[in-house]
C-alpha cells in the first residue's frame, strides 16, 4: 500500500524544524467508556473548540517505517489555558497486503479507532465529513500534568494491538501557522480514501465520466489499481 507515499511527504514537508520529539513510553492513561462525559464545570479546554481551526487525519503506507515517537507543535496539555487550534496526523506501517479489498478493510479498522479510543478526562468529538477531531479536556488532566507524550503513546498502543501495524507516528499541533495547507492535505488523503473504495467495489470504469478522476490522475499507482480491478 504506497498510495499515500506521496501525501505523507507532503505534510511532512510542512511540519516545522523545531517540532519536540517523545519517545515512546509506557502510560498510565486510563481508558474511558464512549459513555463518559466531560460537563462543562469539569472541563479546562477544547481543543479544536470554538470554530478554531482544527483538522485530523490518517494515512498508511506498507513501505516506510516510522519512529514509534510523538511529536509536538505548540503547547502541552497541561500548559494550556483555553480553546487552541488542534490538529492531529497518525502515520501508520503496516504489513504489504496483496488483496486490495483485504488491505482496504484494515484501513478502516486503523481509522475506527479514531472513534473506539477514548481516554480518561478526554471527550473526543469526531467529524469524519469535516474531518475534524475535538477534544474537550477535562480539569483533571491538565492538574494531573498528563503530556501529549503521554495520551500519543496510549494511542500508538491501540494501533499497535492491530497484528498488520509495524511501526506508527502521532503528531500533535496546538500552533502551528500552515493549517490551511494541512486542511488541503487532509482533504486529498480523503478523497484518495474515497476513489480507493470506488474503485474496490467496482462502480464504475469510465474514467471520463467520475468524479473522482482528478485524485486518481495525481495519485501514483491509483490508475493502475483501476485497470487491475477492470480486468477481473
Known amino acids: 500500500m504506497v498510495i499515500y507515499n506521496s501525501l505523507i511527504k507532503q505534510i511532512k514537508e510542512l511540519l516545522p524544524a523545531d517540532i519536540k520529539k517523545f519517545e515512546y513510553k509506557k502510560t498510565?492513561?486510563?481508558?474511558?467508556s464512549k459513555n463518559d462525559i466531560?460537563?462543562?464545570?469539569d472541563t479546562a479546554y477544547e481543543l479544536g473548540g470554538n470554530q478554531l481551526p482544527c483538522v485530523s487525519t490518517l494515512a498508511v503506507s506498507s513501505d516506510i517505517t516510522f519512529s514509534n515517537c510523538v511529536y509536538l507543535s505548540g503547547k502541552d496539555i497541561?500548559?494550556?489555558r483555553s480553546d487552541t487550534p488542534f490538529g492531529k496526523i497518525v502515520f501508520i506501517q503496516?504489513?504489504?497486503i496483496s488483496d486490495e479489498d483485504k488491505a482496504f478493510e484494515k484501513i478502516k479498522e486503523l481509522e475506527f479507532v479514531r472513534y473506539s479510543f477514548i481516554a480518561q478526562n478526554f471527550?473526543?468529538?469526531?467529524?469524519?465529513?469535516s474531518m475534524r477531531?475535538?477534544?474537550r479536556v477535562g480539569k483533571k488532566a491538565v492538574k494531573e500534568k498528563i503530556s501529549f507524550a503521554d495520551y500519543g503513546s496510549a494511542l500508538i498502543d491501540e494501533y499497535r494491538k492491530n497484528p498488520i501495524v509495524k511501526s506508527v507516528e502521532i503528531y500533535f499541533l496546538t500552533d502551528f501557522d500552515k493549517f490551511?495547507?494541512?486542511n488541503s492535505l487532509a482533504e486529498k488523503i480523503k478523497e484518495t480514501t474515497s476513489a480507493l473504495n470506488h474503485?474496490?467495489?467496482?462502480?464504475?470504469?469510465?474514467?471520463?465520466?467520475?468524479?473522482?478522476?482528478?485524485?486518481?490522475?495525481?495519485?501514483?499507482?491509483?490508475k493502475e489499481l483501476h485497470m487491475k480491478k477492470a480486468k477481473k
Open 133 to 135: 477531531e475535538q477534544i
Open 180 to 182: 490551511d495547507k494541512f
Open 94 to 96: 503496516i504489513e504489504d
Open 78 to 80: 497541561h500548559q494550556l
Open 123 to 129: 471527550m473526543p468529538r469526531v467529524s469524519a465529513l
Open 199 to 222: 474503485i474496490l467495489d467496482n462502480v464504475i470504469f469510465d474514467c471520463s465520466s467520475c468524479n473522482l478522476k482528478e485524485i486518481c490522475d495525481e495519485v501514483d499507482g491509483m
Open 38 to 41: 466531560i460537563f462543562a464545570k
Open 28 to 32: 498510565a492513561i486510563t481508558k474511558g
